[in-house]
């Protein structure tokens, strides 16, 4: 399942404006050429769906009706189609959520690390000093709220130049996950610097130049630091500045979204120095996240004029494993004993011209030649070498990356999400379950039988008392006999246990409609309540079809995890 959080919003605000009642979702078309490289958005489509079928041999199609205007080229240019979902803007939007001017001390704080923080004074202003011990020690206090996009301010004195000299503020998690402005205060003043700082569990990182700038001891400046969406700004002023419309010294930026979410402020940095006014205003306004769904080849299909001289294409649309279907051998195909098996298959996907790729290393190698006749699908063959391994067979996923991973039974896998009719719900009640337990079989004999090997066989029998189909439950055998390829014993034993927990998920499937939701990937794990027929399970996701419509509802169809 893809990820929720992105675009510099966090998981949880993104789920609940998919959960939202008024939610508001709209598509976006992108035309790509043959390396997924983007031409230009395509604004003529009408109508469009996306399907995802782990049981069939193309696993994601599409639909799309096009308005013809002869700018698309159907031999090699391709469709990605993209859901969008409105992020509201927080309810505390322009509201200073933090605010404190130390003059009743230092209420709330604490220490970080083996920091030291006082109450202390400049002329007529109460402060925290900073004293002793230098990066990440410092203090930090808690937001009341949590925050995406931010505006955090802070006016801050130093009163020498010694020890450690780097001044820094900021916003994080309670893990110590965030964003900072560092300032590097100098004996010469025009040789300190600016920087912005990323923390993981506080450990310190620049993620920007260095930049140099002037900034004097006894002297106040106005430190900010700023989030919106993915974009990290901060800005030093002179004096103690709360318009920000004037004195700016120095400013910089930078992309960065590796977190999100923030509630507590820290000070940091080298010693000593004095912060006064620290204040946190939240900024997260309206946007938009996208969520890309695939990329197709087009069939040329039939051109139609309406009555009104519009030109329509009804286009049926495939993934890339369309072009290793199509790409045939032109004569017999060996690989050679030894050859790593994800080695030959990433030749095959190379010749093919597919260079986006994300597979599973393996040290296994092919253990005697290995031959396809010649006008065999390199589908096929890859699809072979992949089940030898006991691998999934390829996919594509929503970006377009062919993905080969090794087979984990759904019930040792994490649920990903959880669908449930509750007060968030968005499962319409329409809700079906099927048993059909008549001819599953709960034995299972595989066989590797070729030429110049040992034969290896491998059986397994269901003979758990908690499965409805098992021997000791049936009171019978049904026995069913696989010929397959397997590297060694060990991985054709694990194949015949695959065997059979995937004949053993048909056990219960269930199939439901939801409001669209785009997140979903392919061969998802999720937990599904649904109270009316009693259902609270895990289950693993077969297929999907989403229509890219407002108001459209999204199909599942799902099987129930269940251990053998």
């Known amino acids: ?69 002869g700018s698309v080229n159907f031999l090699s240019d391709r469709i990605k189609p993209y859901v969008r979902v409105m992020i509201p803007r927080s309810a505390s939007y322009g509201r200073t959520i933090f605010y404190d001017d130390f003059e009743t001390g230092l209420n709330g704080w604490s220490t970080a690390g083996s920091g030291v923080i006082s109450a202390s004074t400049v002329g007529t202003y109460k402060t925290l000093k900073k004293t002793v011990n230098g990066d990440p020690n410092g203090g930090t206090k808690a937001l009341s709220v949590t925050v995406n996009d ?18 820094r503020i900021g916003l994080e998690d309670p893990s110590g996950n965030g964003y900072g402005i560092s300032i590097g205060y100098a004996s010469t003043p025009s040789d300190s610097t600016i920087s912005i700082v990323r923390r993981a569990s506080s450990s310190l990182t620049t993620i920007t130049p260095t930049t140099n700038l002037t900034v004097n001891i006894n002297q106040w400046y106005t430190f900010r630091l700023s989030k919106r969406g993915n974009v990290i700004t901060a800005s030093v002023y002179n004096g103690r500045i709360t318009d920000f419309t004037s004195g700016l010294i120095a400013s910089m930026s930078i992309i960065d979204d590796t977190y999100n979410t923030f509630n507590t402020v820290v000070v940091r940095g080298g010693t000593e120095f004095h912060v006064d006014d620290l204040r946190v205003v939240d900024k997260q306004d309206t946007g938009f996240v996208e969520f890309p769904l695939g990329v197709f080849l087009l069939a040329t299909p039939k051109r139609k004029s309406d009555q009104s001289g519009q030109v329509t294409r009804n286009i049926e649309a495939y993934d890339q494993l369309q072009v290793l279907r199509d790409d045939r051998t032109t004569g017999q195909y060996l690989i050679a004993a030894n050859t790593g098996y994800i080695a030959a298959v990433k030749t095959l996907l190379d010749s093919a011209g597919i260079t986006l790729q994300n597979l599973t290393p393996s040290s296994k190698v092919i253990p005697v030649d290995r031959e396809w006749d010649g006008g065999t699908p390199r589908l096929t063959i890859i699809n072979d070498l992949l089940s030898a391994l006991n ?25 990903e999400y959880t669908y449930a009719d509750n007060q968030e719900s968005v499962i319409f009640p329409e809700v079906e379950e099927t048993l059909d337990l008549f001819d599953i079989p709960n034995q299972f004999v595989l066989i590797v039988s070729q030429p110049d090997r040992a034969v290896l066989k491998s059986i397994y029998t269901n003979s758990n008392p908690a499965s409805l189909t ?49 997140q979903h990937s392919y061969n998802d794990v999720y937990n599904f309540q649904f109270s009316r027929l009693g259902i609270s399970e895990k289950y693993e996701e077969i297929g999907w079809t989403l229509p890219m419509k407002s108001g459209g509802q999204m199909e599942h169809t799902i099987r129930r995890v269940v251990s053998v």
């Open 1 to 69: 399942m893809q990820s929720l959080a992105r675009n510099g919003f966090s998981s949880a605000q993104v789920k609940k404006a998919l959960h939202a009642a008024n939610r508001q979702i709209d598509f976006r078309y992108e035309l790509v050429n043959a390396s997924n490289q983007y031409i230009r958005d395509l604004t003529t489509i009408t109508e469009a769906s996306v399907s995802v079928s782990i049981e069939s041999e193309i696993k994601r199609t599409a639909r799309f009706t096009l308005l013809d205007d």
């Open 150 to 167: 931010f505006d955090l301010s802070a006016f801050v004195y130093r009163e020498s130049i010694s020890g450690s000299n780097g001044t």
């Open 391 to 415: 691998y999934n067979p390829l996919f594509f996923d929503e970006n377009g990356v062919a993905v080969a991973w090794p087979y984990i039974t759904p019930d040792q896998r994490a649920a």
């Open 470 to 518: 098992s021997t000791v439950n049936r009171g019978r055998t049904i026995t069913t006999y696989l010929p397959v390829d397997a590297v060694d014993q060990t991985t054709l034993d694990n194949l015949a246990q695959a065997a059979a927990f995937k004949a053993s998920q048909v056990y219960q499937a269930v199939t439901f409609e939801t409001a669209i939701m785009p």
